[in-house]
T-cell receptor
């Protein structure tokens, strides 16, 4: 079945350490790709998106993501995490096979150790 | 700078009761949508609208009703609440088409059905 997969349900990293959150999708053509962040008790906020061009995308709050067509992946990275990055992160895939559709992954909860 | 406003933030219902979750946006966005968020399942689309007078079903529409009489408002009605509708509900709007543009989310409405 076509899907968006975030393999890690929960990740814990130490403050100052690097971070990589994984996202894989199973749709054929290159879709629109998004990462959203949800702080506790809040709605979701867009971190970054990719639809064409340079495969390394810069976002807000020091995040970046890299699109790898051969791996159908769009992993989110940050070189050095801050305690305020503790949140839930959602990958989403849109415009699937040309259709107006958006599918979210299950989310990855990030905990930061001091 | 209101953005997307949802009310109420919390609600407890008994099985069989009806209620309306309100959503309003002040950004003149044509596209609006309702999602429900359940643990381990990400966000699932309930209903969406591409403009006043136009609505369509999403992934999980059963038990919910919507209408869009103005650009600003997109209420979600639960006709006869069931425990399976216990969830956190998010309203979102976008100035671009569904699946291509940034979604702007409200802060959520937590609903418990007893």
């Amino acid at each position: 079945a076509q899907s968006v997969t975030q393999p890690d349900i929960h990740i814990t990293v130490s403050e100052g350490a690097s971070l990589e959150l994984r996202c894989n999708y199973s749709y054929g053509a290159t879709p629109y790709l998004f990462w959203y962040v949800q702080s506790p008790g809040q709605g979701l906020q867009l971190l970054l998106k990719y639809f064409s061009g340079d495969t390394l995308v810069q976002g807000i709050k020091g995040f970046e993501a890299e699109f790898k067509r051969s791996q159908s992946s769009f992993n989110l990275r940050k070189p050095s995490v801050h305690w305020s990055d503790a949140a839930e992160y959602f990958c989403a895939v849109g415009r699937i096979q040309g259709a107006q559709k958006l599918v979210f992954g299950q989310g990855t909860r990030l905990t930061i150790n001091p | 700078n209101a953005g997307v406003t949802q009310t109420p933030k919390f609600q407890v219902l008994k099985t069989g009761q009806s209620m309306t979750l309100q959503c309003a946006q002040d950004m003149n966005h044509e596209y609006m949508s309702w999602y429900r968020q359940d643990p381990g399942m990400g966000l699932r689309l309930i209903h969406y609208s591409v403009g006043a007078g136009i609505t369509d079903q999403g992934e999980v529409p059963n038990g919910y009703n919507v209408s869009r009489s103005t650009t600003e408002d997109f209420p979600l009605r639960l006709l006869s609440a069931a425990p399976s509708q216990t969830s956190v509900y998010f309203c979102a709007s976008s100035y671009e088409g569904y699946g291509t543009g940034e979604l702007f989310f409200g802060e959520g409405s937590r609903l418990t059905v007893l």
